[in-house]
Each structure stands twice: as C-alpha cells, then as structure tokens.
C-alpha cells in the first residue's frame, strides 16, 4: 500500500485465533457490555422520572451515563462480530467514525468529570451560594460547553491522524481504532504533530486532574469539619466514587498513550485499551448506584411502581 488513497480497510488485533477463545471473547463482551448498558440505561431513567433527582449533581451524572453508554457502544460491539464471525477487518470509513465517536465521548467525559468536580465543590464548601451559581441556565451551559469541546477536540485530532498517509501496514495492534496504533502505520514525518497535539492534550487532562484534586483537597478540608457524622458519610459517599472514577480514567488513559508503541502486538497495549476504554463506563453506574442511597431509593422506587403497575 503506497499511500492512504489505496487503503480501504484496516485489520483489528484479535484477542485469539482460536475459535473457542473467539467465542469465549464474544461472551465476556457481551456480558460487560450489556452490563455498562443496563447499567447507565437504568440510572438514566431513574433520575428522568424522579423529580427529587432533578439537581445538577444528577443532572451531570444523566449526560455521564450517556457519554458512558455512547462510548462502549463504539467499541465493543464492532470487536464482538469480529470474534463471532471470524474476522479482524474495519473498513477506512468505520475506522474514522470509531476514532471520532470515541474521543468526543472520552473528551467530553473528562471535561463533564472536571465540572462534577466543581459542583461538588460549591455543594459543600460554598453552601448558601449553591442554588445562585449552580442555577439550571449555568448547568446547561457548563454540559453544553463539555460536548462542544469534546466535539472539537475529536475533530481536530481525528482530522490530523487521517490526513497522513498510512503505507507501513494496515494492522493495527488494539481492538478498536486507537490513534497511537494509528501513528505507527504513518510513512511521514507529519505524525510528529498529531503527537506534540496528543501531548498537548495530556497536559490539558492533566490540569483538569490537578483542579479535580485541588477542589477534593478543599472538600475533605469541609467534610472533616463537619459535626454530623451523617453529614460527613454523605459527603463522602458522593465525592470518594467520583475520585476513584476519574483516577482509574486518566491513569490508564494516560499510561495507553504516553506508553511507547512497540512495532509488534503487545498484550499489554491489549489490556491497557481494556482498562481504559470499558471499565470505567461500566464501573460509573455501578459505583454511583451502589455508593449512593439516593439513586439506590430511586431505583427501588421505579421497580417497586412497575411492579404493581404490572400486577
């Protein structure tokens, strides 16, 4: 393939040539996926039709679900045919639309994370003034102004990684299409910019990270100073699942790309894009209805009304 006019597809690294393996792969896919999906599907639902549960702290958790359903969507269901039919191949197109669709909803994800990071912030370090600056108007703009940017970021960095010419292979070494994968096919010294904007990009998730911490540092300062113990285990509840998602996001994201890329399959690069591109959507909803009475109180509460309904 001498250059990128020619090449119509790319080919998918499988976790085995092995069939029972493919199968088995079909199979824990299936299940991780439909858990993220039933996951994030209920959480949406259940604060849609409990009004108690029309705040902005739920209100970004609803976009959360969404971006978190969105994004295992993009990957997960293309890697399970693939095992199921015995293929590794994605057409150009599909791998464009891959690349896109998953960085808008990883961006966008972090900027909403940062923003939740604030809300909880104000909620409890700045108390009386919560319902003026986190009014339903500041809250549409702030989800708003994350989706615009995770818009624009994607299209900027999928734009600049498809514009180079691809000659060296079309294999790439991941189960989906993963930009760093992408850069190694490259034949042009051009890459060199779509990696200072792939470290650009890390340098900005690392300021969100250090504000998200920074605002954590003020919350525990709160929380410890509350006389409540209830209070406290309450505060706590909603900020420690928030922490522990955007930690293991940015980790492993940042170890996916800042890891070198070595020429040949790696099993670790297999499992880094695991890590980072579906357990945290599919941990969300279960760290924020389990860690959460409010949202347990609400899903117990559509259950228990559509099971009487039924009756």
Known sequence: MSNQTTLTEFLLLGFSDVRELQI???VMFLVIYLVGLMG???IITAIVLDHHLHT???FFLVNLSVLDFGSISVTIPKSMANSLINTRVISYTGCVTQVFLFL?????DLALLTIMAYDRYVAICQPLHYESIMNRRACVQMAASAWITGIVY???HTGNTFRLPFCQSNVINQFFCEIPQLLKLTCSDSYLSEIGAIAFSMFLASNCFVFIIVSYVQIFKAVLRI???QGRGKAFSTCLPHLTVVSLFLCTSFFAYLKPTSSSASGLDLMMGVLYS???PVMNPIIYSMRN???KAALKKMFVWRFFTIN
């Open 278 to 280: 579906l357990v945290p």
């Open 104 to 108: 808008l909803f990883t961006a966008t």
């Open 154 to 156: 994607s299209a900027l």
């Open 24 to 26: 088995l792969h079909f």
């Open 56 to 58: 902005p702290m739920y």
């Open 293 to 295: 009475k409010e949202t």
């Open 227 to 229: 006389p409540s113990e």
């Open 40 to 42: 994030n599907l209920l």
